[in-house]
Structures are given as C-alpha cells and as structure tokens.
C-alpha cells in the first residue's frame, strides 16, 4: 500500500507546476477559468466529505452511539482546527502587509500551504490503509482543490515579489510536503493501527470548512445571473462526480 500512497502524494505534488498556466492567461480569462475551477473544487470536497469520507468513517469507526459521537467530534475538530489555522495565518497576514515588497505575506503562503499539504499526506495514508477505494477518492478529492489553489498560490507569490520560475519551485517544494505527510501516516498505522480511521472524519471537517468558508463565497458574489448559474452546474457537477464515484466503488 506505501507503492500507491507514494504515487498519490507524488502525483498530486506535481499539481504545483500548474501554476505556470498563469504564464499563458491574460488576467481576466484566468480569473472566469479560475471561479468555474473554484465551483467544482467545492462541489467536489461536499461530495467527498458527504457521499464517501463520513459514510466510511462511520463503517469503520462503528454505528454505536459512542461511536457515532468520535466520528463527528473528529469532524467537528478537522473543521475547527482549520478554522482556528485560517485566523492564525489571517492574523499574520494583517501585521505583516507593511513590508513594500509583501514578502512576508507570501512565505506566509508558502508555510500555511507546506502544513496543509502534510495534513493531507496523512490523510491520504490514512484513508488508503484504511480502503483502496476511499484512498482513491480522497486522492482526488485533494487534487480537484489543488488545482485551483496552486494557480492562485503561484500568482499570489509571484505577486509578492518572487521571480515567476522560483515562485514556482518554491510552490513545487512546499506541494512535496504531502509526500513526507504520507510517508509518515503509512509508518503511523502501524502503530495507532484502526485508529487512523479517525483522520478519516477529521479529513471531512477539512473538506466542509474548504468548500464553506473559503471556496463557496468566491463564487456567490459579483456575478451576472449566467455566471451564477453556470457555476452552480460546475458545482453540482463536482457533487455528481463524487457520486457516481460512490457509486462505482459500491458495486
């Protein structure tokens, strides 16, 4: 199973080098590519954290109600553990755009998302030791959200100051982060063994503050009524992916 977590990691590292699109865009044409890939990324974590990670998290963990309260508390801490994340980096953010250059808004960015990277490599270990099929779509799941993320994560560094080929390395490094994190969960199992099931729920609190907080207000507002509708489509089309996915892995 390390063979298939190494390819995982190692494959949605690669995303990084996506910001260079970037290169190729002009900023407006980025921007509508950038919300419709916004759209489906969150539909995408919904349906992932809805439809496969907390169904599963509760076959494994068990349907007791002593069970039942773990899981959801573990939800209930992935999503507060990025929500308590998101201010710390915030509030970073906000004593830090001083600097002329914005540097340190961008090795901001850069360690915010080397942390969430290693997060997700111990999920992904998690979730593929726990079943193939739950590994597979967690995989997927994360590389739907990284793909527009790195596009913005580039842009966002090279903004702050950094030549557009360092930028990029740099985003390429901080992605390797989900190796280390999945080399880790792997030699973790063995010794918290079906307790790493509990990433599983914690993984969906991620997955729901993602799409909730960060993803889903991006596309709600300053639209026309056409772009509103056709990003929902794209969001449903995230939700139906995840489902028939579900529905794949069941039969």
Not at 27 to 50: D, M
Request: overall charge negative.
């Amino acid at each position: 199973m390390l063979v298939w977590i190494l390819t995982a990691t190692l494959l949605i590292s690669l995303i990084a080098f996506i910001g260079a699109l970037v290169l190729f865009f002009k900023e407006e044409i980025l921007k509508k590519i950038l919300l419709v890939l916004v759209a489906f990324s969150a539909g995408a974590l919904i349906g992932g954290a809805f439809l496969h990670l907390i169904p599963e998290a509760i076959l494994e963990i068990g349907v007791d109600e002593i069970s039942l309260l773990i899981t959801f508390s573990f939800l209930l801490a992935g999503f507060c553990t990025f929500f308590v994340l998101e201010q710390l980096i915030s509030w970073h953010h906000h004593h830090s755009t001083s600097h002329p250059k914005i540097l340190p808004f961008s090795y901001l960015t850069l360690v915010s998302d080397g942390i969430h990277n290693f997060i997700d490599g111990i999920v992904l270990a998690a979730s593929f030791m726990v079943s193939f099929n739950i590994g597979v779509t967690t995989t997927l799941a994360i590389a739907l959200h990284e793909i527009p993320q790195e596009i913005g994560d580039f842009g966002v560094l090279v903004y702050g100051g950094f030549e557009k080929t360092k930028a990029l390395a740099l985003n390429f490094l901080t992605a390797t982060t989900i190796i280390v994190g999945g080399i880790i969960g792997y030699f973790l199992y063995s010794w918290l063994g079906g307790a790493m099931a509990l990433f599983i729920p914690f993984a969906a609190g991620n997955f729901i503050y993602i799409a909730g907080t960060d993803l889903i207000p991006e596309i709600r507002f300053k639209q026309s009524s056409i772009e509103a509708l056709v990003r929902f489509i794209v969001f449903l089309l995230g939700i139906l992916l995840m489902m028939i996915l579900r529905f794949i892995t069941l039969s």
